[in-house]
């Protein structure tokens, strides 16, 4: 852990050097974190790191707080053999040898979609193979038990929507061996886990890791800019019919949807771990995020009295 005086936020960046917005929609979120930080503890600095590893070879940092691990293009398999795969593996370790030490209350690292499968493939937990078709746009995610009880996705309740753009998929979870590892299934591709897909959405890995298989970084001029892609927008009506189009256009800035994702699930992860870390370093606790239209780049957003929408408490609370 860093001095008193600081909070030290990296980006591990796995887009190996593809313009992409996610990072773009990161920083935001880091932006709006540590203004909430500073409102709560004066004089307290929030440090922004960034590292790309598979395209630049750099190393992610030891001596950061929470960590952000992005998507990427490409198979999760691309890196086998070279050093930035170990240096990943040796990072997440890290993690979770630090959350031994301090009972819990270390280290953080989120992963999305491309880290996501990594994170897995590292643990060993369950099988990350190819889908027989991509699968992209705004998708319901389902909450497992296990899922409605967690801080990280308590707020949902029973679903979630969210960005998705995706070939490969986690599937044929290992129970045990993640049990054993203190970790849990929190959401699937599906409700009954079969009908629309098998793929694992999100894990609680134990030791500090969670992980996340959509995009909950993506705000709206990011979803955007890849719906209004004309490629991409005749892709997913082949695939999907014209009126799904049409209709996950009119659900972009329905604040139950996406918004609120982009809203709850990496503030309120990084609230709940900067809690954690609060008390052991003498940093007042935040309040809970408060979801923004305006943040999340709605083009008009609702009026002025609906415009802010109370999170739950829930997703500020440390898991103990």
Known sequence: MNARGSVRVGVIDMNAGHKNEAIRCLGLLIDQFASRVRAANPGLEVEHVHVSPRDKGEVPPDDCDLYLCSGG???PFDGDG???VDDFSRFLDGVVDDNVAHDD????AFCICYSFEMAVRHFGIAEVAPRAARKFGVMPVYMTHEGHEHPLLAPFGDRLFAFEHRNWEAIGLDTAKLARMGGQLLARESRDGVSKGA?????DFGGGVEAVQFHPEADRPGV????????????????YGVTTYERMLKTIDDPMRVARTFA???????????NA???RRGFAPLPPPVQDMAAFGSIAPPARS??????????AVPRT
Do not use: D, H, Y
């Not at 955007?224 to 695939?239: G, H, R, S, T």
């Open 82 to 84: 070279e050093r930035w």
């Open 306 to 315: 609906e415009a802010r929408v109370e999170i739950p408490k829930s997703a």
């Open 105 to 108: 209350r270390g280290k953080g």
């Open 199 to 203: 793929a694992l959405m999100a894990l």
């Open 73 to 75: 293009p490409g198979s």
């Open 224 to 239: 955007m800019a890849w719906v209004a892609n004309p490629e991409q927008a005749e892709a997913f009506k082949i695939a």
């Open 264 to 274: 709850l699930t990496i503030p309120g992860w990084m609230t709940r771990k900067f």
């Open 277 to 279: 870390m609060a008390e």
